[in-house]
């Protein structure tokens, strides 16, 4: 079965930094490009970061650009996002996604909360 | 970035009703779109791409159609488990974007 689950989230100040990560199973990790995708509470998806079958390429939505840092470890089946200087408009449930050949979000964790409070 | 406008907001049916939902998008995307269905505190799930495709798993009673700037989902006949929030996406102008979500209710 094609699994992901993301892990990491929690509280933290604004201004901080949280590491999220995500472990595929179930399917080829390194044949796929992958992606995070939030959802703040009660409001609609986002696209956040996207990075390429062999990190040859990535991609940042301007939102959080220079701010947050994705990566991956094709070895061990993880995805990672690495988020510094975190806003209050950060606060989403932050969802790992697999794409498909040709692009589409086609498998979904069940996300991680991250809640960016003083 | 292209905004996908999705009407209405909210459409209240009963099961065994037709449910047509609307995406337009502020340009040209040709058929790279995308429904997804999400359910109260689930992660989305993908039902139609390229506009009119079903993805693996998805019931006949969900179709899509349209290109360019206009896109419709209909389901045929409501179904129990159908009451959902359904949201499009558009891969065809970087960066890729949602809509802002249409809530099917009974």
């Known amino acids: 079965e094609v699994q992901l689950v993301e892990s990491g989230g929690g509280l933290v100040r604004p201004g901080g930094s949280l590491r999220l990560s995500c472990a595929a199973s179930?399917?080829?990790?390194?044949?796929?490009?992958m992606h995070w995708v939030r959802q703040a509470p009660g409001k609609g998806l986002e696209w956040v970061s996207s990075i390429t079958k062999t990190s040859t390429y990535i991609y940042y939505a301007d939102s959080v650009k220079g701010r947050l840092t994705i990566s991956r470890d094709n070895a061990k089946n993880s995805l990672s996002l690495q988020m510094t200087g975190l806003r209050a408009e950060d606060t989403a449930v932050y969802y790992c996604v697999r794409a498909s050949p040709d692009d589409w979000f086609d498998t979904w964790g069940p996300g991680t909360l991250v809640t960016v409070s003083s | 970035e292209t905004v996908l406008t999705q009407s209405p907001a909210t459409l209240s049916l009963s099961p065994g009703e037709r449910a047509t939902l609307s995406c337009r998008a502020s340009q040209s995307v040709s058929n790279y779109l995308a429904w997804y269905q999400q359910k109260a505190g689930q992660a989305p799930r993908l039902l139609i791409y390229g506009a009119t495709t079903r993805a693996t798993g998805i019931p006949a009673r969900f179709s899509g159609s349209g290109s360019g700037t206009d896109f419709t989902l209909t389901i045929s006949r409501l179904e129990p488990e159908d009451f959902a929030v359904y949201y499009c996406q558009q891969r065809g102008k970087w960066p890729p974007t949602f809509g802002q979500g249409t809530k099917v209710e009974i």
């Open positions: 179930g399917f080829i990790f390194s044949n796929f490009k």
